[in-house]
């Protein structure tokens, strides 16, 4: 079956794209670091750059009323786009990083206590290893991993075997950056239910390649990144059940996240805005509705079914290359390849690419330990987007096996 979509009508999109790379025609294979951005977003910045510029909630003449609809029109958006079942629930974000910080700051310390349990797993990113760490040391309460299979996948009896009454957080990625794994995240969360811990899932990478359904999932608390999905960086969305963001305490004090202060005594705004302190980054807010338009027009489904063609076109093309491993080979994968070659460097491989204008991410993509799991430094990593291409995967796969014939 042949993608749906006109990826060269998408390319017209992306004006970064049709640019050359040290004289050759770029090839952006790092879109698990970030999505390039359409017009459509670009042009969401610009026109409120020079139409509407004002703070948000706080004036009442008719730019900051307009900043101030803009903005909460991107709310609505992400709720859409996640399926929460209410405004409240949706938090303004920087991004998956703070998100996992504000539940492991706020939530963790008013309910996280000694000896309770917390599980993560062995394919989790920096940002959602170290905060829990730092909730740890905080609280004395244990950290436990799950571990993966040879091919990237959880195990999942261990997990099983690790839940008991102790355990009051499961906090794990739905889609693992450096190996492209979908996690069973809605088994898990139903697996965790029944030893009442709650569940938080790092849906980073996957909100650009699956559908997401928070009221399906059932989970606790949902974090992304609008910088993968399109969107611009430094925002992001923290989705809570509103009766468990009810509970939890204000992580940043400020403007806007009040009701009323004195020196004797503050009380704290209702939700979502009791968990967004300051001027927030209202340009890229009002730019994520234009991002999530653009996913929602052309589809999650054609999106994921374009990228999945890409995938299985390349891993087959790459498997050919002699010296050449793949690691991370789940049977459930997004458009996601990490690699490494014998007897060269993946800095090196990165570097060979980029002399072509390949754009590759190479080093342990923030998941050290992920990385000591498979014994290895790191990896190069191809990742797509809905605007790629199999010729694109052709040039790729040519200079990737000339560059490891050349450097092994
Ligand atoms: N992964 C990558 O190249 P921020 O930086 O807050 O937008 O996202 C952090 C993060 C959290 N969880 C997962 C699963 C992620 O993939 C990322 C970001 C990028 O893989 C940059 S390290």
């Given at each position: 079956m042949t993608t749906k979509l006109d990826i060269v009508q998408i390319r017209q999109d992306f004006p970064i794209l049709s640019q050359t790379v040290h004289g050759k025609p770029l090839v952006?294979?790092?879109?698990?670091?970030?999505?390039?951005?359409?017009?459509?977003?670009?042009?969401?910045?610009?026109?409120?750059?020079?139409?509407?510029?004002?703070?948000?909630?706080?004036?009442?003449?008719?730019?900051?009323?307009?900043?101030?609809?803009?903005?909460?029109?991107?709310?609505?958006?992400?709720?859409?786009?996640?399926?929460?079942?209410?405004?409240?629930?949706?938090?303004?974000?920087?991004?998956?990083?703070?998100?996992?910080?504000?539940?492991?700051?706020?939530?963790?310390?008013?309910?996280?206590?000694?000896?309770?349990?917390?599980?993560?797993?062995?394919?989790?990113?920096?940002?959602?290893?170290?905060?829990?760490?730092?909730?740890?040391?905080?609280?004395?309460?244990?950290?436990?991993?799950i571990p993966i299979n040879e091919q990237g996948e959880l195990l999942m009896d261990e997990y099983e075997k690790m839940l008991n009454p102790r355990t009051k957080f499961v906090s794990v990625v739905y889609v693992s950056n450096a190996l492209g794994t979908i996690n069973p995240v809605k088994e898990m969360i139903k697996m965790a239910r029944k030893v009442g811990a709650l569940v938080l899932i790092d849906g980073a990478q996957a909100v650009s390649h699956l559908d997401t359904d928070v009221q399906d999932l059932d989970c606790d608390f949902f974090v992304f990144s609008a910088h993968k999905v399109y969107g611009t960086t430094g925002i992001g969305i923290l989705y809570g059940k509103k009766e468990i963001l009810e509970s939890m305490p204000p992580f940043l004090g400020g403007g806007e996240m009040i009701k009323e202060v004195s020196f004797e005594k503050t009380t704290y705004n209702s939700l979502p805005y009791k968990f967004e302190a300051g001027t927030p980054n209202i340009a890229d807010v009002v730019a994520l509705k234009y991002a999530i338009g653009y996913v929602e027009k052309l589809g999650k489904a054609n999106i994921a079914q374009h990228e999945h063609e890409l995938l299985t076109y390349a891993t087959e093309k790459m498997q050919e290359i002699p010296k050449l491993t793949i690691i991370g080979t789940a049977k459930e994968k997004?458009?996601?390849?990490?690699?490494?070659?014998?007897?060269?460097?993946?800095?090196?491989?990165?570097?060979?690419l980029d002399a072509n204008?390949?754009?590759?991410?190479?080093?342990?993509?923030?998941?050290?330990?992920?990385?000591?799991?498979?014994?290895?430094?790191?990896?190069?990593?191809?990742?797509?987007?809905?605007?790629?291409?199999?010729?694109?995967?052709?040039?790729?796969?040519?200079?990737?096996?000339?560059?490891?014939?050349?450097?092994?």
């Amino acid at each position: 079956m042949t993608t749906k979509l006109d990826i060269v009508q998408i390319r017209q999109d992306f004006p970064i794209l049709s640019q050359t790379v040290h004289g050759k025609p770029l090839v952006y294979f790092d879109n698990a670091a970030t999505s390039q951005k359409p017009l459509q977003v670009i042009n969401a910045l610009t026109d409120y750059y020079t139409g509407y510029n004002s703070n948000v909630h706080r004036g009442v003449h008719f730019l900051a009323d307009k900043a101030t609809t803009a903005f909460e029109e991107s709310r609505e958006a992400a709720r859409r786009f996640i399926n929460a079942a209410s405004l409240e629930e949706v938090v303004i974000t920087k991004g998956t990083t703070e998100g996992i910080n504000l539940v492991a700051s706020s939530y963790g310390r008013k309910f996280i206590k000694e000896g309770d349990e917390i599980i993560i797993s062995t394919l989790e990113h920096h940002a959602n290893i170290v905060p829990w760490q730092m909730l740890c040391e905080q609280t004395g309460a244990k950290l436990r991993i799950i571990p993966i299979n040879e091919q990237g996948e959880l195990l999942m009896d261990e997990y099983e075997k690790m839940l008991n009454p102790r355990t009051k957080f499961v906090s794990v990625v739905y889609v693992s950056n450096a190996l492209g794994t979908i996690n069973p995240v809605k088994e898990m969360i139903k697996m965790a239910r029944k030893v009442g811990a709650l569940v938080l899932i790092d849906g980073a990478q996957a909100v650009s390649h699956l559908d997401t359904d928070v009221q399906d999932l059932d989970c606790d608390f949902f974090v992304f990144s609008a910088h993968k999905v399109y969107g611009t960086t430094g925002i992001g969305i923290l989705y809570g059940k509103k009766e468990i963001l009810e509970s939890m305490p204000p992580f940043l004090g400020g403007g806007e996240m009040i009701k009323e202060v004195s020196f004797e005594k503050t009380t704290y705004n209702s939700l979502p805005y009791k968990f967004e302190a300051g001027t927030p980054n209202i340009a890229d807010v009002v730019a994520l509705k234009y991002a999530i338009g653009y996913v929602e027009k052309l589809g999650k489904a054609n999106i994921a079914q374009h990228e999945h063609e890409l995938l299985t076109y390349a891993t087959e093309k790459m498997q050919e290359i002699p010296k050449l491993t793949i690691i991370g080979t789940a049977k459930e994968k997004v458009g996601v390849i990490s690699f490494v070659a014998e007897g060269v460097h993946h800095f090196d491989l990165g570097m060979m690419l980029d002399a072509n204008g390949i754009a590759v991410r190479t080093g342990t993509h923030c998941t050290m330990p992920l990385m000591s799991r498979f014994g290895i430094s790191g990896t190069a990593r191809a990742s797509f987007a809905v605007y790629n291409t199999k010729e694109e995967v052709d040039i790729f796969v040519r200079e990737l096996a000339k560059a490891i014939q050349m450097m092994s």
